[in-house]
């Protein structure tokens, strides 16, 4: 049987929040079966409970932001990434700022917190959402659509007219039944123009970006000095996105996502469009027969 997971020790990190520059702290604890991932901003004069789900999402202006009953989070996406790929249903993630961390911009510390922590299996069935049918929507010459696959696959397509990146791969297929997700996605980090940092700055966003937590695209040449993780790295910072935006439909998705210069807000138009076709999908569970599992999946068969 693929159990539910949480974590079995509470954890913890600080970190400045991109957008906002605040440092945060953010503390990870145990969330019993069909809990679901909630955050629980603890600033609060009274704590408030903020579900990570799809239609909770209310703001997607470069991160995406969750908010319940008027109490927000935002920059949620690399967590929620973190969280997909280790399987973690449930958990409880107090936060004292309305922003996540963005640690090194990428998905890889939290991968790392989580791993420290354990995981614990709950006894209880593991539910995915299976895509029976394909769901695509569009927005001019943006779009992005679920389509049946037994696994889970990611088809992403970046289109910058810019000269660096016409030396770079703008396009990636990953099938996480022989791509690890930790290795090889988990380390991208975010990325952006500096000829648009002061053009951010001014609408109150990016006061923490530095070069420590973003990669930094000059006229001609990457800013930091270290360079690139990956040869691919600004398209595999898309899928990371892609996979922490689509977690927030509550449950890890068995079927195939492709998106072509999508980011958040088509991400989250599809995650309600498939909530909202009953008939595209359904939800599965694995209970006796683990040969039925996909492969995508048979890691979670058991606790690392």
């Not at 996406?77 to 309305?98: C, P, Q, V």
């Not at 996480?176 to 002061?198: M, N, W, Y």
């Not at 040449?221 to 899928?239: M, P, Q, S, T």
């Not at 195939?256 to 999508?262: I, R």
Request: hydrophobic share 40%; proline share 4%.
């Amino acid at each position: 049987m693929i159990e539910q997971r949480t974590i079995k020790t509470l954890t913890k990190a600080k970190g400045i929040s991109l957008h906002s520059g605040v440092c945060t702290d953010i503390i990870f604890r145990p969330a019993a079966p069909n809990t679901g991932i909630v955050f629980r901003r603890v600033d609060l004069e009274e704590p408030a409970d903020v579900p990570a789900i799809a239609t909770n999402v209310q703001d997607t202006t470069l991160n995406t932001t969750i908010v319940h009953d008027g109490v927000g989070v935002s920059t949620v996406e690399h967590l929620m990434s973190a969280l997909s790929a280790l399987g973690i249903d449930n958990l409880y993630i107090d936060i004292n700022s309305a922003e996540v961390p963005i640690m090194d911009g990428s998905a890889a510390p939290f991968v790392f917190l989580l791993q420290s922590a354990g995981v614990e299996l709950q006894g209880v069935p593991k539910k995915f959402i299976r895509i029976k049918k394909s769901v695509c929507v569009k927005d001019g010459d943006r779009w992005a659509k679920f389509d049946p696959f037994e696994g889970f696959r990611i088809a992403f397509t970046i289109d910058f007219d810019h000269p660096l990146f016409q030396s770079q791969s703008q396009h990636a297929v990953l099938d996480f039944s022989s791509t690890s997700f930790v290795k090889e996605v988990s380390r991208a980090r975010t990325f952006g123009f500096l000829s648009e940092f002061e053009y951010l700055r001014e609408r109150g966003l990016a006061k923490g970006a530095s070069l420590d937590n973003a990669i930094a695209v000059g006229d001609y040449r990457i800013l930091n000095k270290d360079g690139l993780r990956y040869a691919d790295e600004f398209v595999k910072h898309k899928i990371l996105d892609a996979v922490g935006d689509l977690y927030l439909l509550g449950s890890n998705v068995i079927g195939s996502y492709e998106g072509f210069k999508s980011g958040h807000a088509m991400n989250n138009i599809l995650a309600r469009e498939l909530l909202n076709s009953p008939d595209s999908w359904e939800y599965v569970t694995y209970n006796d027969d683990e040969k039925t599992v996909p492969k995508s999946y048979a890691g979670l068969v058991t606790a690392f």
